[in-house]
Structures are given as structure tokens and as C-alpha cells.
């Protein structure tokens, strides 16, 4: 695997986060001279509508913000007419041109990031850094992490704009497995590592999780532990009830999905039999 790169081919291409921002594709042109009546404005009820400047935002022409200037100045039709309205309304099928030429809808992204210590799991704006740091370069299109990991958390972090997959990860009931390898302050007891097996209730709730086993060849301090929550404070929920500190935290494994190949600080893009299987889940 190089470093560095940020091809962006169907589930090849890979590479280390470094970049500073994204690239702008088009530049702004005049304002038609006679402007043309506006489209009746569409309900915000559907679900399956996205807000105009997002759309064009989306597929990586420019921000959010210049889109609504190139919306305000009449650079972009909605089906053969222009759109002047700011919260205009799109579905994905709409012919959407930008100066003339057509803007395809935003392409499904899925990203596999090795997070390394000292990166916050967020998209907001932040002091520090954070993991988009990383996958900036990766591509164009609005991706967002799957879960979260604590800052100096290390392992594998899942990145897409497929709302259909978040969902599947975000489904308390159905959601996907993660693997974690959790190194503690000192050796866990056999009956405490039976208590978590067992599950046990903190404040009530009860506390479960889908395996847990010491680790082969390891001291009894190195613990295999396979969760489905789409974040890492239970197993603090749980060491810290148990009396342990939990030296580090590793995620090896989402799914069918691993480590191997991707250095630490490292990101690919999935396969396409890599992202048809996480679609089977």
C-alpha cells in the first residue's frame, strides 16, 4: 500500500490522511441576462429530498455556501429552470445543471480508516484534531464516521455517506459487530470475565456483550471483546464497574472488515465485494 495516495477508483484506492481541504470543480460564470419563472417549490415532507445547495455541495463542486450564491445569481436549473429560492428542494432523479452542465448525484463512498492516538472521532469543528483530518484527501464526498472512537482510541473506524448502511450500524437491535482488543491495568479475574459473558446490570441497564475471551498466547491482562454498540464507552462501563483500568483500547474488526493492509493513520476505499458483503449484514 502506498502512502499518500488519493485515487479515488472503485474499492482500490488508498492512502494516509494529510490533506488540507477539498478542491473546488467549477468556477463561477455571469448571471443569465433575463431570468426564467420559478418552479413551484416542493414540499419538505418527502424524505427522499435534499435541499439544493446540499445536492451541489454533495457532489464536490463547492461548498455549501457558494452554492447558494450560484443559486442566488441564477447559475442553476432545476429541471430545465432556474432556481433562485434559497431551501429549494431536489430529489436525486432531478436533472440539476450548474452553468449548463448537469450535476450528478453524490456517488456512495465507503472508507476504512486505521485510527492512530489523537484524533477526536467528530465532524464538527474542533481545536484539536480529528479523525476527518485523516481521510481528507480520501474524497470529495460528504462522508461522516460510523461510531465513534475515544481520542486515544486506536483501530478501524468505518466512513460513508450511505445512509442505509449508518442505519444498519446505528440499529441497537441489528447492528454490526465490532472486535476490540482491550488491554487492562492488570489481569482480569476468571469471574469477572464470566460475570461479562453472563452480562451483569449497571444503574439498572442491563450490560451485555456478543464474546469475550482472554487472548491466546497473551497475559490474562490482553482481552478479546465483541460488542455491537456503534461506540467504545461501554466497555469503560464495564471495566470500570469491574474495578480495572483500561490501559488501551484497539478495534481490529468491523464485521468481515480488518485491519490487514492498512497501516496505522492509513485509509482504504472498500471493494465492491468488500461493500457487498457489509450490505448482507
Known amino acids: 500500500m502506498s502512502k499518500n495516495q488519493n485515487s479515488r477508483g472503485k474499492g482500490q484506492a488508498s492512502g494516509k490522511g494529510n490533506a488540507k481541504g477539498k478542491s473546488k470543480g467549477f468556477t463561477k460564470g455571469n448571471a443569465p441576462f433575463k431570468k426564467k419563472s ?20 454533495n457532489s464536490g463542486i463547492c461548498s455549501r455556501r457558494e452554492a447558494d450564491e450560484n443559486i442566488a445569481i441564477g447559475l442553476v436549473t432545476v ?107 492488570k489481569n482480569l479475574k476468571f469471574e469477572d470475565l464470566k460475570k461479562i459473558q453472563e452480562g451483569f446490570k449497571v444503574d439498572g441497564k442491563l450490560i451485555t456483550v456478543e464474546e469475550v475471551s482472554y487472548i491466546e498466547g497473551e497475559s490474562k491482562n ?21 474495578n480495572y483500568d483500561i490501559v488501551k483500547i484497539d478495534c481490529v474488526a468491523i464485521g468481515h472488515l480488518t485491519k490487514k493492509d492498512i497501516p496505522r493513520g492509513h485509509w482504504k476505499h472498500l471493494t465492491e465485494q468488500e461493500i457487498s458483503t457489509l450490505k448482507m449484514l
Open 79 to 185: 429541471n430545465g429552470k432556474v432556481v433562485t429560492e434559497m431551501g429549494y428542494k431536489v430529489k436525486l432523479e432531478d436533472d440539476v445543471r450548474f452553468d449548463g452542465q448537469r450535476i450528478n448525484p453524490e456517488p456512495k463512498v465507503y472508507l476504512l480508516l486505521n485510527k492512530p492516538k489523537g484524533f477526536a472521532t467528530t465532524t464538527a469543528e474542533s481545536k484539536g484534531r480529528t479523525v476527518m483530518d485523516l481521510v481528507a484527501n480520501a474524497t470529495n464526498a460528504n462522508i461522516k464516521p460510523i461510531g465513534r472512537l475515544g481520542r486515544n482510541s486506536l483501530g478501524l473506524l468505518l466512513f460513508t455517506n450511505d445512509d442505509k448502511v449508518v442505519q444498519k450500524f446505528t440499529n441497537s437491535k441489528h447492528g454490526v459487530a465490532r472486535l476490540f482488543q482491550v488491554e487492562l491495568n
Open 38 to 57: 420559478q418552479p413551484k417549490k416542493k414540499s419538505s415532507s418527502n424524505p427522499d429530498e435534499i435541499r439544493l445547495n446540499k445536492y451541489i455541495s
Open 222 to 242: 490482553k482481552i478479546g471483546i465483541k460488542i455491537k454498540n456503534t461506540g467504545n464507552t461501554i466497555l469503560r462501563t464495564i471495566f470500570d464497574t469491574l
